[in-house]
């Protein structure tokens, strides 16, 4: 036993002198609001949401372009062949020679002057899915900060565990001198020390845990949040101390309507199927533009014998077209729009009350961990005090080694779960930021 006890010891401190020790002295003091900055410049995970965001944005451009004329230019450069001519029984054939060189030049210029809301509604929707992009990068940028704050949260959590376990272990080492001590004087059994000694051994591997845990911590932290290479997040400790909003639940649930970003993507997505039917509405009605030509060709062909000379003709009007076919083909479409319409109404509903739920959820949990807060510094005072009695009892020979062990055992849990209920508190603090859109 006390050579496993031995081997474990020197793992641990191999462990802590390579890695954990060094790990410490180069630890820079990072706050969560530097994380999200960080984040913001150089998470690699938040790059295609900015890219897709200016592809949309682009898209508005595009759309903007029917507003703009068409020109058409046309130009062509042909060999003729001769031709002929007959009666109309195809009798009394002669041949009708024709100039071989044909050209033609002809330029057109249309500007749409009414579409029915065709090209105003495309820029509308080019509109619409850019702040649709936009929120999905805020979506997204609000779970990659609440990944972070859960990768900090936990590094600021397992560091004080750590504090715990070392702390716990200090104390089993002395209670271990004293037994041995008091072996030495025949007052107590090898056995009671073997079972400190396997309390001991295991605290100390669970403190090589906790190492490791820190560890795989910080890396997801640091690259996640886009942190130089070899940087070492040393939490703020003064996060726990902040005073927090001591908000009503019916003001987080006026946050999150106005702020949540799944919302916002819904209430957009309507908007998007409305402007879609009337995109649809407008193949229904006439399109009109004014035009201006101007052409010239050659030779002149519908004259008998043809003409060896250039036509050239110009004229400006209005021109109006309409596709008859709409009037059925149309009918189908528009159905499916109103549908599609309908489901986005819908899904807004559903996200609305999925989010109130979250919320409501998130806030009960968040006056919960206050009160286990209260549990836990009770309970963390009783253990020690148990543990204090239970030790004078047995320095005093009135209490067993399982005593002394439970009490320990007792202390130890107490102590880890006062730990987990303060950062309890933060966690669920960031859990109703994140789920009203204020993170």
């Given at each position: 036993?006390?050579?496993?006890?031995?081997?474990?010891?020197?793992?641990?401190?191999?462990?802590?002198?390579?890695?954990?020790?060094?790990?410490?002295?180069?630890?820079?003091?990072?706050?969560?609001?530097?994380?999200?900055?960080?984040?913001?410049?150089?998470?690699?995970?938040?790059?295609?949401?900015?890219?897709?965001?200016?592809?949309?944005?682009?898209?508005?451009?595009?759309?903007?372009?029917?507003?703009?004329?068409?020109?058409?230019?046309?130009?062509?450069?042909?060999?003729?062949?001769?031709?002929?001519?007959?009666?109309?029984?195809?009798?009394?054939?002669?041949?009708?020679?024709?100039?071989?060189?044909?050209?033609?030049?002809?330029?057109?210029?249309?500007?749409?002057?009414?579409?029915?809301?065709?090209?105003?509604?495309?820029?509308?929707?080019?509109?619409?899915?850019?702040?649709?992009?936009?929120?999905?990068?805020?979506?997204?940028?609000?779970n990659?900060?609440?990944?972070?704050?859960?990768f900090?949260?936990?590094?600021?959590?397992?560091?004080?565990?750590?504090?715990?376990?070392?702390?716990?272990?200090?104390?089993?080492r002395?209670?271990?001198?004293?037994?041995k001590?008091?072996?030495?004087?025949?007052?107590?059994?090898?056995?009671?020390?073997?079972?400190?000694?396997?309390?001991?051994?295991?605290?100390?591997?669970?403190?090589?845990?906790?190492?490791?845990?820190?560890?795989?911590l910080?890396t997801?932290?640091?690259?996640?949040?886009?942190?130089?290479?070899?940087?070492?997040?040393?939490?703020?400790?003064?996060?726990?101390?902040?005073?927090?909003?001591?908000?009503?639940?019916?003001?987080?649930?006026?946050?999150?309507?106005?702020?949540?970003?799944?919302?916002?993507?819904?209430?957009?997505?309507?908007?998007?199927?409305?402007?879609?039917?009337?995109?649809?509405?407008?193949?229904?009605?006439p399109?009109?533009?004014?035009?201006?030509?101007?052409?010239?060709?050659?030779?002149?062909?519908?004259?008998?014998?043809?003409?060896?000379?250039?036509?050239?003709?110009?004229?400006?009007?209005?021109?109006?077209?309409?596709?008859?076919?709409?009037?059925?083909?149309?009918?189908?479409?528009?159905?499916?729009?109103?549908?599609?319409?309908?489901?986005?109404?819908?899904q807004?509903?559903?996200?609305?009350?999925?989010?109130?739920?979250?919320?409501?959820?998130?806030?009960?949990?968040?006056?919960?961990?206050?009160?286990?807060?209260?549990?836990?510094?009770?309970s963390?005072?009783?253990?020690?005090?148990?543990?204090?009695?239970?030790?004078?009892?047995?320095?005093?020979?009135?209490?067993?080694?399982?005593?002394?062990?439970?009490?320990?055992?007792?202390?130890?849990?107490?102590?880890?779960?006062?730990?987990?209920?303060?950062?309890?508190?933060?966690?669920?603090?960031y859990?109703?930021?994140?789920?009203?859109?204020?993170?």
């Amino acid at each position: 036993m006390n050579n496993s006890r031995l081997l474990t010891g020197l793992l641990a401190m191999a462990l802590w002198s390579g890695g954990v020790c060094a790990a410490q002295n180069a630890a820079k003091l990072i706050t969560l609001e530097e994380i999200f900055e960080s984040a913001e410049n150089a998470a690699v995970q938040l790059r295609p949401s900015f890219t897709a965001e200016e592809e949309a944005k682009r898209e508005i451009a595009v759309a903007r372009n029917g507003l703009l004329p068409e020109i058409n230019a046309n130009m062509s450069l042909s060999y003729i062949g001769d031709g002929f001519t007959t009666k109309r029984d195809l009798s009394d054939y002669q041949k009708a020679p024709i100039p071989h060189l044909g050209t033609g030049l002809s330029l057109n210029v249309t500007q749409p002057v009414y579409t029915g809301g065709a090209v105003t509604s495309a820029i509308k929707l080019a509109e619409l899915k850019s702040t649709a992009a936009r929120y999905a990068t805020e979506l997204n940028r609000d779970n990659i900060r609440f990944r972070l704050t859960g990768f900090y949260l936990d590094l600021y959590k397992y560091s004080n565990l750590r504090s715990v376990v070392n702390a716990n272990i200090e104390r089993a080492r002395k209670v271990l001198d004293e037994m041995k001590a008091r072996y030495e004087q025949g007052v107590a059994l090898q056995n009671d020390i073997t079972r400190y000694e396997l309390l001991v051994s295991n605290l100390e591997l669970q403190l090589v845990q906790i190492d490791n845990t820190l560890d795989i911590l910080n890396t997801n932290l640091v690259v996640t949040a886009g942190l130089p290479s070899g940087t070492i997040v040393q939490p703020d400790s003064t996060i726990l101390a902040r005073s927090l909003p001591a908000n009503g639940e019916q003001w987080w649930q006026q946050e999150a309507d106005r702020c949540a970003p799944s919302l916002k993507i819904a209430r957009t997505g309507v908007d998007i199927s409305r402007k879609a039917e009337d995109i649809t509405r407008a193949e229904r009605l006439p399109k009109i533009g004014i035009q201006a030509a101007w052409t010239i060709d050659g030779p002149i062909l519908v004259e008998v014998p043809p003409i060896d000379r250039n036509l050239s003709y110009w004229y400006v009007g209005v021109g109006v077209s309409y596709n008859l076919s709409s009037l059925f083909k149309t009918n189908k479409t528009m159905s499916r729009s109103k549908a599609a319409t309908l489901h986005a109404e819908q899904q807004l509903d559903a996200t609305r009350e999925n989010v109130e739920l979250a919320v409501r959820a998130d806030y009960i949990r968040y006056l919960e961990a206050y009160e286990e807060l209260k549990t836990r510094q009770k309970s963390v005072e009783l253990a020690q005090r148990n543990y204090r009695t239970t030790s004078t009892r047995y320095s005093a020979d009135m209490a067993l080694i399982t005593d002394m062990l439970d009490a320990a055992n007792s202390c130890l849990d107490a102590e880890q779960q006062l730990v987990n209920s303060r950062i309890n508190i933060i966690y669920y603090y960031y859990k109703l930021q994140f789920t009203s859109g204020t993170l």
